[in-house]
């Protein structure tokens, strides 16, 4: 189970130190949640901010788009991010930003909010190499992990090894130790942890717990 490190708890005051130490407790890549206070209520940062973050480790960024026209947005983040994800719900037709997003040589994702059908991202399984499922609604850390979200994942995860998809499944919200281990089970690739690690006083425990909870059995959900 990789884990994805939310700056969003951070403390913003010490970002740099804030991303170092995570990076040096274990995280596998840091996780950008950009808010635009429009897809979403809360305005979180934007393209300095999580280039400055990108920029303070040799970390992967997955950069998360929260944002109401990701298609303007996009260009700012590839310099600096493995993978942009950005939301199905603020586009009808997704595949030209998804094909750019591939074509700049970065890696694409979809995220989708908790009541979003997972039918909206059937039509573009072949252009993505990530879907970002939303266990929480976007908008802040710290909620609680919306349970019927396990189903999702596994519907989700069959409905890639069916298509025969190698995109990788991330699950982001309200993820802990507690729920880690049915998440990974469920079938998740990445799990993205904001305040279940800032929020701790051992960031290296915490990323360590969210692996060990999170060891895939090696169970395929059937
Ligand atoms: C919520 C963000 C998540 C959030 C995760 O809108 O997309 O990445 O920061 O934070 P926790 O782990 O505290 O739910
Ligand atoms: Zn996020």
């Not at 700056?7 to 010490?14: G, N, P, S, W």
């Not at 960024?61 to 109401?68: I, P, Q, S």
């Not at 994702?109 to 072949?126: C, F, H, Q, V, Y």
Request: charged share 20%; with cysteine; aromatic share 4%.
């Amino acid at each position: 189970m990789l884990v994805s490190a939310s700056i969003l708890d951070c403390d913003f005051a010490r970002l740099g130190e804030e991303v170092r130490a995570v990076a040096a407790a274990g995280a596998d890549c840091l996780h950008l949640d950009v808010m635009d206070g429009r897809f979403v209520p809360g305005i979180s940062f934007g393209a300095p901010v999580a280039r400055a973050a990108a920029r303070a480790t040799r970390l992967p960024a997955h950069t998360h788009l929260m944002v109401v026209e990701p298609a303007a947005q996009v260009p700012q983040y590839l310099e600096f991010s493995e993978l942009v994800a950005f939301h199905v719900e603020a586009l009808d037709d997704p595949g030209p930003l998804l094909d750019s997003i591939r074509s700049s040589g970065r890696k694409a994702g979809l995220s989708l909010k908790p009541d979003t059908p997972l039918a909206r991202i059937e039509p573009w399984l072949n252009h993505l190499d990530e879907v970002l499922l939303m266990s929480v609604f976007p908008g802040r850390g710290g909620q609680g992990f919306i349970p019927g979200s396990l189903d999702r994942i596994r519907k989700l995860r069959r409905l890639l090894d069916r298509a025969g998809s190698a995109t990788t499944i991330s699950v982001d919200g309200g993820i802990n130790p507690g729920n880690c281990r049915a998440v990974a089970d469920a079938g998740a690739d990445i799990v993205i942890a904001g305040s279940a690690i800032f929020k701790s006083d051992d960031y290296a425990a915490a990323i360590s717990s969210l692996k060990c909870a999170g060891r895939n059995t090696g169970q395929s959900d059937t």
